[in-house]
Nanobody, 124 residues
Framework: QVQLVESGGGLVQAGGSLRLSCAAS????????VGWFRQAPGKEREFVAA????????DYADSMKGRLSISRDNAKKTVYLQMDSLKPEDTAVYYC?????????????????WGQGTQVTVSS
């Protein structure tokens, strides 16, 4: 398994941007598909974005398409999530997760390792 640590969250005004990072330690990250999920207070954790091990395939939640860009640097063992045009409803704890299968995955149960999360708060 890999160990994951998220960073880059914070407080931003509506319309602003944030770049989240997910740093991995342990096994080589390029064998893992990586996803981002979020969980708002009182709501279930939901899929946000995912990228394959090679970085050649990406996908995004419909609700956030056009405002997100996921990328990875396997040499640095880091996956990034660029979020633009943020809205107050994007406020949540954002988690990254790694799946031993190297392709894009959408379900929480598909992922083997999880980070502790980073808080994103968007003010109106």
């Amino acid at each position: 398994q890999v160990q994951l640590v998220e960073s880059g969250g914070g407080l931003v005004q509506a319309g602003g941007s944030l770049r989240l990072s997910c740093a991995a330690s342990g096994r080589t990250l390029r064998f893992y598909g990586v996803g981002w999920f979020r969980q708002a207070p009182g709501k279930e954790r939901e899929f946000v974005a995912a990228i394959s091990g090679s970085g050649g395939t990406t996908d995004y939640a419909d609700s956030m398409k056009g405002r997100l860009s996921i990328s990875r640097d396997n040499a640095k063992k880091t996956v990034y999530l660029q979020m633009d045009s943020l809205k107050p409803e994007d406020t949540a704890v954002y988690y990254c997760a790694a799946a031993a299968a190297g392709w894009v995955k959408y379900q929480i149960t598909d992922y083997d390792s999880w980070g502790q999360g980073t808080q994103v708060t968007v003010s109106s």
